[in-house]
């Protein structure tokens, strides 16, 4: 047996977790205070210089089975999601999901910001004091000068493609075509700006990708690229709990992963920290590592024979995601589509290595997320949604708060996540519609003490008939943008609702219709059959939240708005987990934010000034 790290026994500050805050906060604070030590455990395999992790159209691979780069947890079956049991990869390695992700660049509403600190009362949380960290992290390469972007920050964002371009067209026709059909919905360059305007428009979409063609993940812009020898980050490492000493953290104990580092010896060992220990294990890894350290709900931890430290019930409650759904459309067969390179086709595998490796450019270079429309029904447009939807409308109070869509809708150039053969010798889209505020929540706790048993999960995706309404009306908006595309081919039938016979809603079309043509009606039954199948084809978004909430401790908080676990002193939580509300973005915009805020917050109480 080999020890793979030499991990010293004490450090200054200890970070449970390498995702992407913990990278973020780790970097800054190392370069702050050039005196003090820092260790960072991750529990999955380092990234370092790794082409999977540089090249974005190698994204797809780290959700292949067998991979080490994530980690997949399944809910049981619910009869919510038509009887299926649901599941949720989430990242696992150096930089955590920002190193894996689908790079879409999309930031959340100003209001979704302002309430964490308004709702919540977590002071300095609103979006005058969060807005500039979103730009401090970026550089805004299509238009540094635009304003809330960033220009000189470390993640650059451009349309992906590279100098050469990428060759995929479908955003394009989305954008021209959902302009003209969809009533003040018009085109814009601009679609994450954070204020209304952002909303109700056709945009294409920015990506974390370079304008070389490069991922913009955070452990190869904030770590890799530097020399700290005060930062030390050691990956394969499984932090079992936190050491709490008299109501005070004082460490972590650890284990070396052997799904990373094989032949490492299996015993539990022991780093101090002497003034910190952060806890980065993201939405789903932080309230674990919380319930294995005794801080949660009392029943959970008796369950699991865990000693109670802190009674905390908020641990591993109130889990959201944004429920996604993918209708395939089939296109054009001289378009061009990512699906080839995902399937790992070698001629095409072969050109796109080649031009990416000449470059940067091709498909290689890009991630197939084209074109997107954060949509929000018009006042005449409600009631086509029905009751169900107008309860949803007023419990999250959509009325007051203009820049808050309830759909973000885009074309995927591929056809995500089939597996039906047929595809392989046909091109299609996706039309991507997600929920930005589900009402829906579950849960994430531990179901034993042992750091590798399968957690007790539940998704609690669409069990609000608001939900449903929503997606639904967002299916029939797609659909309708989706049959006038130029490209446009037909329906892929797998992939839609099964109508009943002679419904009017039931399409036959093998080319586009044109701009003017009447819109599809739906009879009840129709509705039905959409409810049927979104039931039955929902998925993750990727987008795990809010299981260590950042509010009051009797409203469920786990943390304060200094991130300070209740309870606990010397011991704080800095992830995705925190989130007290839902954002209407792909989520990795927000966790680099929280990374740059926790790293101010912690600065300062260690005496010094974020750089």
Request: hydrophobic share 35%.
């Amino acid at each position: 047996m080999s020890i793979p790290h030499t991990i010293q026994p004490e450090y200054d500050l200890i970070f449970a977790g390498g995702g992407t805050a913990a990278c973020i906060a780790a970097t800054r604070l190392a370069e702050t205070f050039p005196e003090r030590t820092i260790l960072v455990l991750e529990c999955g395999p380092t990234t370092k210089d790794k082409k999977e992790h540089i090249q974005p159209g190698m994204y797809m691979s780290h959700l292949a089975p067998g991979s080490k780069t994530t980690v997949l947890h399944v809910a049981p079956p619910s009869e919510d999601v038509g009887g299926r049991a649901v599941g949720v990869p989430i990242g696992r390695c150096v930089g955590g999901s920002s190193s894996i992700n689908f790079m879409v660049y999309n930031r959340p509403a100003a209001s979704d910001l302002d309430e964490w600190e308004k709702t919540f009362g977590n002071e300095g949380w609103n979006a005058e004091k969060l807005i500039p960290l979103f730009q401090k992290s970026e550089t805004y390469e299509l238009g540094p000068d635009m304003p809330t972007h960033g220009s000189n920050g470390p993640l650059k964002v451009s349309y992906g493609g590279g100098p050469g371009g990428s060759g995929l067209g479908v955003w394009k026709e989305f954008v021209d075509v959902g302009s003209q059909i969809e009533v003040d919905r018009p085109a814009a360059h601009e679609g994450n700006g954070f204020y209304e305007g952002s909303v109700n428009v056709f945009f294409r979409t920015p990506k974390w990708i370079s304008s070389e063609g490069r991922r913009s993940d955070v452990a190869h812009h904030y770590l890799y690229n530097k020399n700290l020898p005060n930062l030390t980050v050691c990956d394969g490492c499984i932090v079992n709990r936190i050491v709490i000493k008299d109501g005070v953290a004082t460490g972590v104990e650890y284990l070396f992963n052997n799904q990373v580092h094989d032949s490492a010896p299996q015993t539990i060992l022991t780093a101090k920290a002497r003034e910190l220990v952060i806890v980065s294990g993201g939405t789903m890894g932080s309230p674990l590592i919380l319930e294995r350290s005794g801080i949660g709900r009392k029943d959970i931890l008796q369950r699991a024979d865990i000693p109670l430290v802190v009674d905390l019930p908020g641990v591993g409650e109130g889990y959201q995601d944004h429920i996604l759904l993918c209708p395939l459309y089939l296109i054009d067969s001289r378009e061009k589509t990512m699906d080839a390179l995902f399937r790992g086709e070698p001629a095409t595998l072969k050109a796109a290595q080649e031009q990416w490796e000449a470059d940067g450019s091709g498909l290689m270079s890009t991630n197939g997320v084209e074109g997107g429309l954060k949509l929000r029904p018009r006042l005449n447009e409600l009631p086509e949604l029905g009751p169900e939807f107008m309860e949803y409308w007023d419990t999250e109070g959509f009325a007051d708060k203009p820049d808050k869509p309830v759909l973000s809708v885009g074309p995927l150039a591929m056809g995500l996540n089939s597996s039906d053969p047929s595809l392989a010798s046909l091109k299609a889209v996706s039309i991507a519609t997600f929920l930005c505020y589900p009402i829906s929540r579950g849960h994430f706790h531990i179901s034993s003490s042992n750091p590798c048993a399968t957690p007790d999960f539940k998704s609690g995706f669409l069990s609000s008939p608001g939900e449903v309404a929503a997606l639904r009306w967002g299916y029939k908006k797609g659909r309708e943008i989706a049959r006038r595309l130029p490209s446009f081919r037909g329906s892929f039938e797998p992939a839609h609702p099964k109508y009943p016979q002679g419904s009017a809603a039931r399409e036959t079309e093998t080319q586009p219709v044109p701009l003017g043509a009447p819109k599809m009606e739906y009879s009840k039954e129709d509705d039905a059959a959409i409810d049927e199948f979104l039931r039955g084809a929902v998925q993750t978004a990727w987008h795990s939240l809010g299981t260590c909430a950042m509010k009051p401790r009797d409203q469920g908080g786990v943390v304060d708005n200094k991130l300070n676990v209740y309870g606990v002193k010397n011991l704080k939580v800095a992830d995705l987990s925190i989130a007290p509300g839902n954002v209407n973005c792909n989520t990795y915009s927000c966790a680099i934010a929280i990374g740059e805020k926790a790293a101010v917050v912690f600065a300062e109480e260690l005496g010094g000034v974020c750089v």
